[in-house]
């Protein structure tokens, strides 16, 4: 089901009305977190990347080698649900999920797919520190910066470049893009945000505004046997 009337959908990326705290946490959701390069907020407030489909709308399987759809963003080292593999049988597909939209996301706690996490502030100190380093992880999650590698570098703006302009690319896009870039047997190292407490309190506030009231107070919604 489609909701709009959220704050953030009737606002420009310039984000003129949010709270000095809601402002930080959208600066943190675009830059310092990069959020946005698997949430696409650009133009409707939480449009989403479900994940690379090859083929186009035939669905194809990729390669063996590469990834068939969803994000492993390093919940665990050892996954006792495997997601996307649990169907294809792939290993390269291990710990990968589809990514949800922000929506009333403070309304659906708890969170990830199995409901690890039961509050936003959970979420968020997870990918500030407790990401782990699946040899799956999500290219966006690592940290390359002791990677003395400087095509892998301009991609790496370049794909920070689109976010800014508000696209978007997924995991499977991105090793298509630039994987063979990264050092065969390189040790995958998960990235620390290390936020502050403003940044967090902020994403948390800024997150908020994707609340639909409207929407979550509209009576002819709260009982579907009863009409008004």
Do not use: W
């Not at 990729?62 to 919940?75: A, D, I, R, S």
């Not at 050892?78 to 049988?89: A, E, F, I, K, R």
């Not at 590698?149 to 301009?154: Q, Y």
């Not at 302009?165 to 990235?191: R, T, W």
């Amino acid at each position: 089901m489609q909701t709009n009337n959220f704050f953030f959908s009737q606002i420009s990326p310039t984000i003129p009305g949010l709270s000095p705290s809601e402002n930080i946490g959208f600066n943190t959701f675009i830059n310092k977190g990069r959020c946005n390069s698997c949430h696409n907020i650009t133009g409707g407030g939480g449009s989403v990347n479900m994940g690379h489909t090859y083929g186009g709308s035939g669905g194809d399987l990729p390669p063996t080698n590469m990834p068939t759809v969803g994000t492993n963003t390093g919940l665990d080292v050892v996954y006792s649900d495997h997601g996307v593999m649990n169907l294809t049988g792939k290993p390269i597909d291990d710990g990968r999920f589809l990514i949800p939209g922000l929506r009333n996301v403070e309304l659906t706690a708890p969170y990830m797919h199995d409901g690890r996490f039961a509050t936003l502030e959970d979420v968020i100190d997870f990918y500030g520190h407790g990401v782990k380093d699946h040899p799956n992880l999500a290219v966006q999650l690592r940290d390359f910066s002791s990677e003395n590698n400087s095509v892998l570098v301009g991609l790496l703006n370049q794909m920070n470049m689109d976010f800014d302009n508000g696209g978007f690319m997924d995991d499977a896009m991105l090793m298509e893009e630039f994987g063979v870039f990264i050092p065969a047997g390189a040790p995958v190292v998960a990235k620390k945000l290390n936020l502050t407490p403003a940044e967090k309190k902020g994403l948390v506030d800024f997150l908020k505004t994707f609340t639909d009231k409207t929407f979550t107070n509209d009576t002819r919604l709260r009982d579907p046997f009863v009409l008004e």
